[in-house]
């Protein structure tokens, strides 16, 4: 079973406390009166030897260094022989290390030649007394003895106090486990949370914390690895949905590229097919007269001047479909571009008994190539003279706006059905002309190609009676 980090923390934080409080309590428990009794043996010994030179030099600072340790440090220091050696505690003394009836216990804690340390335990006192017995000049003897009773006892109860110390600082340990631990693992808790969103792809989780160690340092670390991983990630996505588009789009160019094949070998078949035949008949002098020779000649040249501006509209258009194209941008007056296109219809629309109306102002420059444009605008004249009623209304306009022009043709007639507006842009769709004209179908499809080129918007309206079709050039 998986534990978190706070758990673990807890345990290991609580078992540290547990573990030195324990420590100190046995050592405590174990050493302590050892440690004191052998700073006391210590003590003694070096205050004997201090003692000793003062005595054997004849000192006059050894009765007063005397009295400094009897009252200073509570330990009874005795010199033997003295003036009255039958009174005084000196005599119990010696009494008390020759009487077995009154010492429990007796031990050795060190011996020399000059001196000797002895820790007794007494029976009826129930009471211990380290005792010094060392030798002076001469036949003089030091006797120093302290009460150690009192140390087993203060460590029994230092032992027992510390025991409730103990038990205290566990739980107030405890408690700043938990409180370190939640402190500790919360921002680490946060970077674990915000990898396993990233592993899911979710990168929009940051680490907000605002610590000085390197827990911190980790959490900027995940920040930046994130941002770089959701821009990384980002524009991988953005490529293959760019490469999926390329090869839908690449699909679809192969698909119109065979249509666009087939249209053309459709269209090419049936002026080649008249020219065939007609050509044969000349061979074979079916035309037996000049005038039939003349006409069957007309007609070889009219299909083959069809075949003509069919093949150069297929290369016209197949050169503005090429990606290297390059247009030939100018700033030009839009306005005087329509009077010479209207001048060059001129005798079709005199024909056709039609007056053009050119609703403009004095001059309105656009930015684009103006051959090209010059095409648009005589495409969208052809188509509105092959389709327009008997009306014969045909109107043109130039409309001036912040960051384009627009230019619009209209003609009076039928409007085109809603499911065939997206089709006519197509190569080689017809639609059924008024005047019964069979044009190639790629004259709207030229237009397409130019405004893309230009990447200006163009398009179609139907009216209450009739049609405009329009295009937007920049300025």
């Known amino acids: 079973m998986k534990r978190s980090i706070k758990m673990n923390m807890f345990f290991v934080l609580s078992g540290l406390i547990l573990v030195m409080v324990l420590l100190y309590y046995i050592t405590n428990a174990v050493f302590l009166e050892k440690y004191y009794t052998y700073k006391k043996i210590s003590f003694m010994t070096s205050n004997y030897e201090h003692l000793h030179q003062l005595y054997s030099n004849n000192n006059n600072a050894f009765e007063e260094e005397l009295n400094t340790l009897i009252y200073d440090h509570n330990i009874n220091i005795f010199v033997y022989p003295q003036e009255d050696m039958t009174s005084g505690i000196f005599p119990r003394i010696l009494t008390l290390l020759n009487s077995k009836a009154l010492i429990q216990r007796s031990s050795i804690l060190k011996k020399t030649e000059d001196y000797t340390i002895r820790k007794i335990s007494l029976k009826k006192m129930s009471s211990e007394i380290i005792l010094f017995a060392g030798n002076l000049k001469g036949n003089e003897k030091l006797i120093m003895y302290l009460p150690v009773a009192s140390i087993s006892s203060s460590a029994e109860i230092f032992n027992e106090f510390l025991l409730y110390v103990a038990l205290a600082a566990l739980i107030i340990g405890i408690v700043i486990s938990i409180i370190m631990a939640e402190k500790l693992t919360k921002p680490i808790t946060e970077i674990s949370r915000m990898s396993e969103n990233m592993k899911l792809l979710d990168f929009t989780g940051r680490y907000k914390g605002n610590r000085k160690d390197e827990i911190q340092d980790l959490g900027e670390n995940m920040n930046v690895l994130s941002k770089i991983l959701d821009n990384t990630i980002t524009e991988l996505k953005n490529k293959n949905n760019k490469l999926a588009l390329d ?47 003349i006409n069957y000649a007309f007609t070889i040249y009219k299909e083959a001047e069809n075949m003509e501006e069919l093949v150069m509209k297929i290369l016209s258009l197949a050169r503005l479909e090429t990606d290297d194209y390059n247009l030939k941008l100018e700033r030009f007056d839009i306005n005087k571009l329509i009077d010479e296109v209207i001048e060059r219809y001129a005798p079709l629309f005199e024909q056709r008994q039609i007056i053009p109306k050119f609703i403009h102002y004095d001059k309105v420059f656009a930015y684009a190539d103006r051959n090209l ?56 769709y017809k639609l059924e002309h008024k005047d019964g004209y069979k044009g190639s179908g790629l004259g709207l499809s030229i237009v397409s190609a130019i405004m893309e080129l230009h990447n200006c918007e163009y398009g179609v309206v139907n009216q209450n009676r009739g049609v405009v079709f329009w295009f937007q050039l920049g300025r």
């Open 247 to 293: 090869i839908h789009q690449k699909d679809r160019i192969e698909k119109m590229r065979k249509k666009f094949l087939q249209n053309a070998s459709h269209q090419l078949k049936t002026p080649i097919t008249i020219v065939k035949g007609y050509a044969e008949g000349l061979m074979d002098n079916v035309a037996d007269d000049e005038e039939s020779r």
């Open 373 to 428: 444009i010059s095409d648009v605008v005589s495409n969208y004249l052809t188509n509105a003279i092959h389709h327009v009623d008997e009306n014969k209304e045909i109107n043109i306009s130039v409309s001036i706006y912040k960051s384009y022009t627009r230019i619009e043709v209209y003609n009076s007639g039928k409007n085109i059905p809603l499911e065939e507006i997206e089709n006519i842009w197509q190569s080689f």
